[in-house]
């Protein structure tokens, strides 16, 4: 039972891994910059969520974004790379799957 349990937490990590390299991988073709801004997995994750397309991105969500981060300075640092982001446009249906991926 002890070794099921055990196999069973390497397999949600091996997931929860997998699942997170995918949503960095698919939004930094987006928002190339948040990866070295935010280099905490679980907290890319919720940032791409509050961000969600960086064109929309406005001074509105940085309390959002301050509150995510626990840090102002580093919210008005994503705030100020996503103005002057290099990243593509995302089309709704890669913004429903990233958003998809990243709340698992």
């Given at each position: 039972m002890v070794i099921?349990?055990?196999a069973l937490l390497d397999t949600l990590d091996k997931d929860i891994n997998t699942f997170i390299m995918r949503v960095r991988e698919w939004y930094s073709w987006h928002f190339p910059e948040l990866v070295k801004i935010v280099p905490d997995n679980y907290l890319y994750a919720r940032v791409a969520l509050v961000v969600k397309d960086k064109g929309s991105l406005s001074e509105e969500k940085l309390p959002e974004?301050?509150?995510v981060l626990a840090d102002e300075a580093k919210a008005?640092?994503?705030l100020d790379a996503a103005k002057a982001s290099m990243g593509q446009d995302i089309s709704a249906i890669d913004l429903i799957n990233i958003e998809t991926f990243a709340r698992r």
């Open positions: 099921q349990a055990i974004l301050a509150e008005q640092e994503v």
